[in-house]
């Protein structure tokens, strides 16, 4: 059974930062291709970031790029999301997801992940 628990949502001003973290109780966490996917309220669920088991592949959605880092660390079974320059916009609930067997053209499609975790609320305002 695999479970992914996330955590390090928050209250913050746009401009400041904040730091996702998800921690996976997967055996084998290295095969796992891990993202971030965030939904507003009366939104679709986006696309966010997601990283390789590896950790030399990262991917992310044009809306984040430069401001959002996805990293790894396997020891751990953790990924983590590193937010700055956080805007309104990025308001949501982010939730991670895990899969072992994504091809590069499924990742940014959340119906393609297996498992995901509860979400963590984060919130920028103005």
């Known amino acids: 059974q695999v479970q992914l628990v996330e955590s390090g949502g928050g209250l913050v001003q746009a401009g400041g930062s904040l730091r996702l973290s998800c921690v996976a109780s997967i055996r084998t966490f290295r095969g796992y291709t891990i993202g971030w996917f965030r939904q507003a309220p009366g939104k679709e669920r986006e696309f966010v970031a997601a990283i390789k088991w590896n950790s030399r592949h990262t991917y992310s959605a044009d809306s984040v790029k430069g401001r959002f880092t996805i990293s790894r660390d396997n020891a751990e079974n953790t990924v983590f999301l590193q937010m700055n320059s956080l805007k309104p916009d990025d308001t949501a609930v982010y939730y991670c997801?895990?899969?072992?067997?994504?091809?590069?053209?499924?990742?940014?499609?959340?119906?393609?992940?297996?498992?995901w975790g509860q979400g963590t609320q984060v919130t920028v305002s103005s």
């Open positions: 997801a895990a899969d072992a067997h994504l091809i590069q053209s499924s990742i940014p499609y959340h119906r393609h992940y297996d498992y």
